[in-house]
């Protein structure tokens, strides 16, 4: 009758069955259920969120952080999935790496005293940055593909997945410092260098590989 229908199709659940009428809810699910997956699984963008909590003192300077990046991302996600920007994937990809990069740096500047420009201004930060990791996770989307009768909808549900991920992950570490700090452990003078030289260590090999897969060196 002319009617639409949309589904995604998993290993687990290869077959669809078209119902009579078109569920909005199964479509909200799914997209809400990817937006999850893909934050979850997205270690470049969890680490920009670790690399932040460790750096934004106080929970009300860090919801501050938080919200700004997630503002900042959804306004560039919607821009991007409805085709009114487009930035290459590969020069995004790479900046978030740098991002990284950045905030690993400021976490060490922080440790020696230094008051760093995101302890400063994490909003800031949290929000230049996040336009860029929101065209990530445009790019993400746009491998999935949106219907084209439920854009609005899909693009609401796979944003609040995003957020409902970076939520579950901010809890989760939140929830590990605090079970950390209650050992009765004392720790190598120095110890607190492993985690950002590592972040930054990791995020370094990524923006370098990721912009020699678009500005080939030679030799």
């Known amino acids: 009758d002319g009617t639409s229908h949309s589904a995604i199709l998993r290993p687990a659940s ?9 569920s909005k809810l199964e479509v909200a699910a799914d997209y809400w259920l990817l937006g999850t997956i893909h934050i979850l699984e997205g270690i ?13 003192p106080g ?16 306004i560039t996600l919607a ?11 590969a020069p995004t990809e790479a900046i978030i790496a740098l991002s990284i990069v950045f905030l690993a740096s400021e976490i060490i500047h922080k440790h020696n005293g230094q008051i760093s420009l995101t302890e400063r201004y994490p909003w800031l930060i949290a929000f230049s940055f996040g336009l860029v990791h929101g065209l990530g996770f445009a790019g993400a989307l746009s491998e999935i593909g949106v219907p084209q009768h439920e854009v609005p909808l899909a693009l ?3 944003n609040v997945g995003v957020e409902t991920g970076q939520i579950l992950f901010i809890m989760a570490v939140l929830s590990i410092w605090f079970f950390l700090r209650r050992l009765p452990v004392n720790l190598p003078q120095g110890a607190w260098r ?26």
């Open 79 to 89: 821009l991007a999935t409805l085709g009114m920007v487009h930035v290459p994937s």
């Open 44 to 56: 470049d963008h969890l680490l920009f969120v670790l690399a932040l909590l460790m750096i934004v």
């Open 194 to 219: 492993v985690l950002p030289y590592s972040i930054g260590s990791v995020a370094a090999f990524w923006t370098i590989d990721r912009v020699a897969s678009f500005l080939p060196l030679s030799v």
């Open 14 to 22: 290869p077959e669809f069955t078209i119902p009579l009428q078109a």
């Open 156 to 158: 609401l549900m796979f």
């Open 59 to 74: 929970m009300v300077p860090l919801l501050k952080a938080v919200t700004a990046f997630t503002v900042a991302h959804s």
